[in-house]
């Protein structure tokens, strides 16, 4: 009888959205002892055990459910993408297992090995949270695949998804044309990891997402989001949920960037609670919500007060905050509105808001060639709205004006403050780094060249440029890492490719690999006289 066994399948998709996976996974196995042939109950349990990393489980499943209904989209297509990793490889560190695209293996997969070990080192210290096996990271590098892989959770337009030891993360190639920071999300799902862990995948959404924000700007402030001013607006307009109702701005928006903001606002719910009650706070709420306990009753125990009374703290604490804004926000055009864009875009043609006005008469001042007026207006700007750092912000333009003159000193100091309160600047970062690279320091570069990557990986020339900084700083083995990936780009001439990878493999002692690589090389150019030279240095070791 298909129909209770359907009533386990809803039951059972009510729990995956409420992080409850394993939990899932026991009930569609119910659903499917109870009707073995129907097609829903065994699509449930292929993903959810899909979603516990249990691949080969998952496809039996999945192949039984398709047989028996065809024309179900979600199967089929979770069946193509499962057929699709034939193409993915499979790379390991410490703490985590990779499945990466083979075009992406070699650019990417080592740097996100790495970044996750630094989130699981950072977050293990304050989570009491131990995986059984190694955190499975899957990073696709298609939207639609992710869409896929992810079906059946609120919101497709997320960048990455947590199923608690499985998490999955969009490349920047399943990105192209946004900007976007994989390293952040990274952090962000793996932050996810440890509080349905600790919590036994009992977390409410809006503790586990503002926690993950909350995460992202511990690990690098210059990832903090910048929606002060939304939230302060939100406020002001009573549009911010008690905590006893914050999970509706996730699920049912009532307003344009509601969604965005109830991140935002989840997260300062979480900083005020770790700010005033100490990081312990947070942690024994997830232990309470572990043992069976409400979050209003994990809350009173971590507080010694209840939800409501946290609530008018946050709410009293965040006006004060808001009062550093007044004049910001004096007549700013209201940023919840669906055409905030425009409206901005009007007041910087006419007059208004004191820092929009501001900036409109510094790009004009800059412009019409006054250097001087629209360096003052700029900073001005920027002692408005520091944070302000989105497109035709203060920075850029000052950075603009050093530029035309000719001024380094300056527009290496402008360039570091931008990079210390944006996740983004790709551009930035590289042409910030060519300035310390000519000063000597060379490590200072290495590392904006580094962060670069986080948003734009797969430039040849800047991974070329670590190549040779690591060179300079002896740093052998990262000197292959950049050589490998260089070699993965498709490069112009892979000829010269294969022979600098030769040669890093030669200088941080993997003599056989590099003999290989070098004779790739010589496959392809014979006459390569530095590629010969090689050779022959290797065969007389």
């Known amino acids: 009888n298909a129909r209770p066994s359907d009533f386990y399948v809803t039951i059972a998709d009510d729990l995956a959205l409420r992080f409850r996976y394993p939990a899932a ?57 499962l057929d699709e990793y034939e193409d993915f490889r499979t790379l390991e560190s410490s703490n985590f297992q990779l499945l990466i695209h083979k075009d992406e293996s070699e650019v990417l997969g080592n740097e996100i090995l790495r970044e996750a070990e630094l989130a699981f080192e950072s977050m293990s210290a304050r989570y009491p949270y131990r995986p059984s096996n190694r955190i499975f990271i899957e990073a696709y590098n298609d939207r639609d695949d992710f869409a896929v892989r992810i079906a059946g959770v609120p919101h497709l337009g997320l960048l990455g998804v947590s199923f608690g030891d499985v998490v999955a993360i969009n490349t920047p190639r399943a990105q192209a044309g946004n900007e976007y920071n994989w390293a952040r999300t990274l952090w962000h799902e793996i932050a996810h990891t440890m509080a349905i ?55 049912r928006p009532e307003f344009p960037g509601q969604v965005l903001l109830s991140y935002f606002h989840a997260s300062k719910v979480i900083e005020f609670i770790a700010d005033t009650y100490g990081f312990e706070a947070v942690v024994s709420v997830l232990e309470a919500l572990s043992e069976g306990q409400s979050i209003s009753s994990a809350i009173q125990a971590a507080t010694n007060g209840s939800i409501e009374t946290l609530d008018r703290a946050f709410l009293s604490n965040l006006r004060t905050e808001q009062g ?101 600047g790709a551009q930035q970062s590289v042409e910030l780094a060519s300035i310390l690279k000519s000063t000597g320091d060379l490590e200072a570069a290495a590392s904006y060249l580094n962060r670069s990557l986080f948003t734009d990986p797969y430039e040849r020339a800047v991974r070329s440029e670590l190549a040779e900084l690591y060179v300079r700083l002896e740093d052998y083995d990262a000197v292959v890492q950049q050589r490998r990936a260089i070699l993965a780009l498709d490069p112009v001439d892979r000829a010269e490719a294969l022979y600098n990878l030769a040669d890093a493999l030669y200088d941080s002692g993997e003599a056989e690999q590099a003999r290989r690589s070098v004779l790739q090389s010589l496959e392809i150019a014979p006459g390569y006289r530095e590629a010969q030279r090689l050779l022959l240095k290797i065969v007389d070791m």
């Not at 002001?236 to 699920?251: A, N, S």
């Not at 919840?336 to 900036?359: C, H, P, Q, R």
């Not at 989105?390 to 402008?414: E, H, V």
């Open 25 to 81: 996974a026991v009930i569609s196995q119910k659903a499917v002892d109870m009707s073995p042939t129907n097609p829903g109950a065994l699509a449930s349990l292929g993903t959810s055990l899909l979603r516990l990393g249990r691949v080969a489980e998952a496809r039996r499943y999945l192949d039984r459910s398709f047989e028996r209904d065809e024309y179900n989209l979600f199967v089929g297509n979770t069946l193509t993408l």
């Open 197 to 251: 862990g600790v919590s036994r995948n009992k977390v409410p959404r809006w503790f586990t997402e503002g926690l993950s924000v909350y995460e992202e700007r511990l690990a690098h402030v210059e990832w903090a989001r910048e929606m002060e001013v939304e939230l302060f607006t939100a406020l002001q307009q009573d549009k911010l949920h008690p905590l006893v109702d914050i999970d509706r701005g996730f699920t």
């Open 324 to 424: 550093a804004f007044a004049d910001l926000m004096k007549d700013l055009p209201d940023p919840m509105a669906e055409d905030a864009a425009n409206k901005v875009a009007e007041s910087l043609e006419g007059s208004g808001n004191k820092f929009l006005s501001t900036l409109r008469d510094a790009r004009a001042a800059l412009g019409a060639g006054d250097l001087e007026r629209a360096e003052t207006l700029f900073e001005e700007s920027i002692e408005l709205y520091p944070t302000f750092v989105r497109q035709g912000n203060g920075y850029d333009g000052l950075a603009s004006i050093y530029r035309q003159r000719g001024d380094t000193t300056s527009l290496k100091s402008i360039l570091t403050r931008f990079l210390s309160i944006s996740e983004y």
